[in-house]
């Protein structure tokens, strides 16, 4: 059955002037005009500032591969600066690809399938929960605090590129929150360096790192940069992949019935293990489908550092180059049916056919995220282990609304109600 899940209404036309602004900072994903979710890419002009969303595979390989060198991350590095430092995710050039180089080890398949039983614990966990706490309906995810609004403010003023000493809402809370942070990881590593012991965590493993170079190894400073980085990337976007997920599949019991199955076929009835993550494989098609709808990053943004041309546009120097991942997913163009949930888009001989820019969760080029294969393992097992223990149905009446955030969110949590197996 047809099953076509909540979504945003784009504009029409693009917006403009104080209409633009108000929705953006409602919701950053609903600016993106109809256009670029029928053509290759759409504009937004004013005076020097200027915008533009691309969703043309081929634009896409210019900016994330082909031209990287004119495209930088700069919004991306104010914005996430002052929490992240001059971590993997916010630096460039050099910097980035030292710190790249000596943590991709860490992320190799045969490295992570060690943590498969801490995601099937934390998923136990879940359950256990929800256990203790009977009633019909749970709001399975509250929004979280810190890039709420004033996450919003700051993604528009970044992207915009607007002077800094311009009064800018929430500055002042979100700093006071981001020191505490800092001081908070600083002090599990000082507390580390003091009673280094032989436990074999993400900790452990940066301090161990070396750029394959140089030999370099990183230090305080980086540690923290870096162990929050993983935590802001990796938490977030994974717990939202599967918020979704647990939505789609409460609205489609065909689907449900059909990944019950497979999890009873594979595990057999046990706990789920590393050994089962890639058999698990209906399991995964969901998760793709799930992330190509509400792409739990929703915009990547770069910084064009030269005048240059964008297909048939010039783009000068300074024009903020937006990829909505959440509309690249969508383009009436380049999907059939773009906004109807079909998990059997991603079965694995039409998998191999979509266009390499044309899905892209995790991103592209040499800055593709680096938990890729650990989110994969994180939510397949997480899921699986959710789907033996539980039953998921929707609240009547009540739809989530998917908000871009620094990940996106259903506006307002996720009504799902649960019913636990015993
Ligand atoms: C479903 C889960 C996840 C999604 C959808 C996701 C998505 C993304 C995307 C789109 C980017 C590229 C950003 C850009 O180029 O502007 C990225 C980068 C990154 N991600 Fe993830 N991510 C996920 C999970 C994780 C996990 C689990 C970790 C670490 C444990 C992680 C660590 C990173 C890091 C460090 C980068 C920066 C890489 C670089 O610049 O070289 N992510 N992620």
């Known amino acids: ?38 053509g290759d890419l759409a504009t937004y002009e004013r005076g020097r500032r200027a915008i533009v969303w691309i969703t043309a595979p081929a634009l896409i390989k210019q900016v994330l591969l082909d031209e990287r060198e004119k495209f930088l991350k700069l919004a991306q590095i104010r914005l996430l600066g002052p929490l992240l430092g ?18 991709a080890p860490m992320f190799r398949p045969q490295e992570l399938s060690g943590f ?8 136990e966990g879940v359950v256990e929960r929800w256990r203790a706490q009977p009633g019909a309906v749970q709001a399975i995810e509250r929004s979280t605090g810190l890039f709420q609004r004033s996450g919003a403010w700051g993604q528009l003023y970044a992207i915009a590129n607007l002077p800094r000493w311009l009064p800018q809402p929430g ?36 301090m161990q790192a070396r750029d394959p170079e140089s030999g370099q190894s990183m230090n305080d400073e980086q540690l923290v940069d870096n162990l929050l ?52 494989m209906l399991t995964q098609q969901v998760l793709k489908e799930s992330m190509r709808l509400y792409p739990p990053v929703p915009l990547m943004t770069r910084q064009a550092v030269a005048d ?10 300074g024009t903020s180059v ?35 820019y044309q899905y892209m969760p995790f991103g592209a080029g040499p800055r593709i995220c680096i938990g890729m ?46 019913r636990l197996r015993s």
């Open 322 to 356: 937006v990829m909505p991942i959440y509309a690249i997913h969508r383009h009436a163009k380049r999907w059939a049916d773009a906004d109807a949930f079909d998990p059997a888009r991603f079965a694995p001989e039409k998998e191999a056919a979509i266009p390499r």
């Open 116 to 123: 498969v039983p801490t995601f099937v614990r934390a998923a």
């Open 86 to 103: 001059k971590g993997i995710l916010t630096s460039e050039g050099a910097h980035w690809k030292w710190q790249r180089q000596a943590s």
């Open 229 to 280: 980085t993983f935590y802001l990337a990796g938490h977030e976007t994974t717990a939202k992949a599967l918020t979704w997920t647990l939505y789609l599949l409460a609205c489609s019991p065909g689907w449900t019935h059909a990944l019950e199955e497979e999890i009873a076929r594979v595990t057999g009835g046990a706990e789920v293990n590393a050994g089962h993550i890639e058999q698990l």
């Open 1 to 38: 059955m047809r099953f076509v899940p909540p979504r945003i209404a784009p504009p029409a036309q693009p917006l403009a002037g104080l209409a633009f602004v108000a929705q953006f900072v409602r919701n950053p994903i609903a600016v993106v005009p109809q256009a670029a979710y029928e």
């Open 171 to 206: 500055r002042r809370s979100m700093a006071s929150a981001v020191r505490a942070l800092r001081a908070a990881v600083g002090a599990l590593i000082a507390e580390r360096r003091a009673h280094p012991g032989t436990k074999d965590d993400l900790l452990h493993r940066l």
């Open 373 to 418: 294969g650990f989110a994969m393992m994180e939510a397949t097992a997480m899921l699986a282990t959710l789907l033996r223990r539980a039953r998921f149905a929707p609240v009547a009446g009540r739809e989530p609304a998917p908000v871009a955030r620094v990940t996106l969110i259903p506006g307002g949590g996720m009504p799902l109600a649960v």
């Open 308 to 317: 240059t041309q964008l297909g048939a546009s010039k783009v000068r120097a």
